[in-house]
């Protein structure tokens, strides 16, 4: 009988074993990467330690899996942070493509392509959200968004789940308050799990006629909308009297594109916004603008606002709060603190109680002067944090030129009326305003320091959990921005798609349409495409680029004329656009020299420790090197830089961000550089760590696109040798 008893345990054990699913089974094996950025406080911190600052210098590549995705002659770029969930790695390629692999061999396991109607503009991703039922009657599941649509796929097949919204997916659009069909909505980056909701922020547009930015809280099995926060207040709501009367209905932006982080324990999530639209005027939305550039605190079950911290009034600079939040415990005095941190493209860390809000250095108001702009009414004041100092150079005077009597070259700013001999870097910095932060911007061109991509970026910064250390890269590149007064009527042969061009075009593909870097050039698009693709990627969007589907077809229709440089058959006067605002952006772009390099002195990129507990610094080093550079008297150069850190439990940084498309590991001690290895295409992603099977591995997205570098579709995961 006892042999009968043993044969049929071992049936038994035969049959768990092999019916059991990899995704559900836990394994004592295996250390996950199940929350973007490594877990609800956006740490980037993971406990492995088998890698460390002894042996990091044995790394070997351990697998790579192209993902695809990529399209001949369009720039592409993938900015993911993969999840790893038992023993099986998530990401998305260059084309929004869901796939599943092994996460010990990269051998692909299945691939979810969206297959949503008029689903043109892509968009980007940076990450995924997972949840976990507790239920049988529920899998778990993984939602991305693509597009305009937030999509719910089982992590055990790859499908669907068809009882989410509508066959799987629901539409960003709805719920806002306006005609969807006219609103340009998406989500790069992954929404906050919290109990049975999933909470979006989204990007919308920067120009004038965007959408609204409210953040809603989506129920994780139906889709249905549980709650909605309105970022541009409405009558009745905390906030509104800081925007014109009905503001709310027209004005866009207000949104939270970067990220966020949840205490789980105490249920409030933590949203960062951006700048209000447009993003360089702000004639028509007089005030404070609450909730932009705000860092919001919301009971995560309900919505309610707890508290808030605005970090510009009335921005004018399109200084979005670029990152999600960390939080943390900050040790004062022996007591332990809840803290949030939020660090800024301007360069600066602000810390609070994260329960109170209650600023933990001080924040002084400081006065600035007025805009010169007709119609424009900048806020008297800005606030800055006292402590930590900026960990980016907040002023650019000639003194900081790294050879002022080069030639000048402004990236994608040329002016129409430029001599043909260039002013050197010092003649064409002292023609413009060059005063610090908050330095209203003006026709004559003004020096936005740090630029329009930070100091620091989405990548976001590291803060090691155990104790209060944060670790951020940073840029350190100027841009010039300059205003175009728009004219109603421009006069006997101007174009009537000129005005709509330089509102809606101009910020992104430059003041002459010369195409920023990773952004194409549109002067010679007549060449490429037809006159009716260009019309539907500027309603649809396109890759990175969203839709302007507030336009309408006469407008559309002006602009792609105008940028073709063909006659109209009808003469349509840009006046008739529904947009009005007096100025557009006539330049806009980095300062280089005849070289292709920033102007400022070197590192232009850098990577650096702050004590949260202190506010003092640890260290700071250049990140990355500009090959090309050739001058013995800077060793390492730093680079621009994109993607953030992941630290762990070894003592070991790694970052891969930089321009020259390799990988690094630090010793989060000191900042010593330990080990590096060259990428296919560049890492703009925040790396992750896990472990599988006994063994730790690091995972980086070469999706490379970004500062004109090549594009990429590989995934790369390196490990110790066996």
């Avoid at 139906?222 to 009745?236: A, K, N, S, V």
């Avoid at 806020?379 to 402590?387: D, E, G, M, R």
């Avoid at 070289?595 to 700071?620: H, M, S």
Wanted: overall charge negative; hydrophobic content about 35%; glycine content about 12%.
């Amino acid at each position: 009988m006892r042999n009968w008893y043993l044969l049929i345990g071992l049936i038994l054990t035969f049959i768990f074993l092999g019916c059991s699913n990899p995704v559900e089974k836990k394994s004592p094996f295996t250390k996950t990467w199940q929350h973007y950025l490594g877990d609800p406080e956006r740490s980037h911190f993971s406990e492995l330690l088998e890698i460390n600052t002894t042996n990091v210098n044995s790394l070997k590549l351990a697998w790579s899996y192209k993902s695809g995705g990529l399209e001949e002659g369009r720039t592409t770029q993938i900015q993911t942070n993969p999840l790893i969930i038992d023993g099986i790695l998530y990401g998305v390629n260059p084309s929004i493509e869901l796939f599943a692999l092994n996460a010990k061999t990269g051998s692909e396991i299945w691939k979810y392509i969206p297959n949503a109607k008029d689903n043109t503009g892509l968009g980007l991703n940076r990450g995924l959200s997972y949840w976990q039922s507790n239920s049988e009657s529920e899998e778990n599941r993984l939602f991305f968004a693509s597009g305009f649509r937030l999509y719910a796929v089982s992590a055990k097949t790859g499908k669907a789940i068809d009882t989410f919204g509508e066959n799987g997916s629901i539409d960003l659009r709805d719920g806002l308050g306006r005609n969807k069909e006219q609103l340009a909505v998406y989500a790069n980056t992954p929404g906050a799990i919290y109990k049975d909701l999933i909470i979006m922020g989204t990007r919308v547009g920067e120009g004038p006629g965007s959408s609204p930015g409210h953040i809603r809280a989506y129920d994780v099995v139906t889709g249905e909308i549980r709650w909605t926060f309105h970022t541009i207040p409405q009558p009745g709501e905390y906030g509104y009297q800081t925007w014109p009367k009905d503001a709310y209905k027209t004005v866009g932006g207000a949104n939270s594109w970067s990220g966020n982080a949840v205490d789980l324990d105490r249920g409030i999530v933590y949203f960062p916004t951006g700048s209000a639209a447009f993003d360089w005027y702000g004639g028509d939305r007089h005030g404070e603008n609450l909730f932009a550039n705000s860092l919001l605190a919301l009971d995560a079950q309900t919505g309610e606002r707890l508290w808030h911290f605005q970090f510009v009034h009335h921005d004018m600079w399109d200084r979005d709060l670029p990152a999600p939040p960390n939080l943390f415990e900050l040790d004062r005095d022996g007591d332990k603190i809840p803290a949030v941190a939020q660090v800024t493209k301007s360069g600066h860390v602000f810390v609070f109680n994260r329960v109170t809000g209650e600023p933990l250095f001080p924040i002084e108001e400081k006065e600035y002067p007025p805009s010169s702009l007709k119609g424009e009414s900048a806020h008297s004041t800005q606030p800055l944090p006292t402590k930590p100092a900026p960990f980016a150079r907040q002023e650019l005077t000639k003194n900081d030129l790294y050879q002022p009597n080069r030639p000048a070259f402004v990236d994608d700013f040329v002016d129409k009326d430029q001599n043909i001999d260039p002013p050197t870097v010092l003649e064409k910095l002292e023609s413009i305003t060059s005063k610090g932060q908050f330095m209203p911007i003006d026709t004559l061109g003004t020096i936005l320091y740090p630029g329009a991509d930070g100091g620091a970026e989405w990548g976001g910064a590291a803060l090691d959990p155990r104790d209060g250390v944060m670790y951020v890269n940073s840029n350190e590149m100027a841009w010039i921005v300059r205003m175009k007064e728009v004219l109603e009527d421009e006069g006997e042969g101007s174009h009537p798609g000129e005005a709509l061009t330089q509102i809606n075009c101009a910020r992104c593909h430059g003041g002459e349409l010369q195409g920023l870097a990773g952004i194409p050039e549109l002067q010679t698009i007549k060449e490429r495409l037809s006159l009716d693709s260009i019309g539907k990627i500027i309603k649809n969007g396109k890759g990175a680029m969203p839709g302007m589907p507030n336009l309408s077809e006469v407008e559309i229709n002006a602009i792609t004329h105008y940028i073709s440089g063909i006659e109209m058959e009808t003469d349509h006067r840009a006046e008739k656009s529904s947009i009005k605002v007096p100025y557009a952006v006539a330049g806009f772009g980095r300062f280089k020299d005849d070289r292709g390099f920033p102007v400022v002195k070197p590192p232009w990129g850098t990577l650096n420790a702050i004590d949260l507990n202190t506010g003092e610094y640890l260290w700071k080093v250049p990140l990355g090197h500009e090959e090309k550079l050739n001058d013995p008297s800077i060793p390492i150069s730093g680079t621009e830089n994109y993607g953030g850190p992941v630290i762990t439990a070894g003592g070991l940084l790694f970052i891969a961000a930089t321009r020259d498309e390799k990988i690094r590991a630090f010793d989060m001690k000191n900042g010593q550089q330990l080990w590096e290895d060259n990428l296919p295409a560049g890492g703009y992603a925040t790396p992750a760590m896990y472990e599988v099977g006994g063994q730790q591995f690091l995972v980086v997205a070469c999706g490379g696109g970004k500062m004109g570098t090549k594009s990429g579709d590989e995934y790369r995961a390196y490990a110790l040798e066996k």
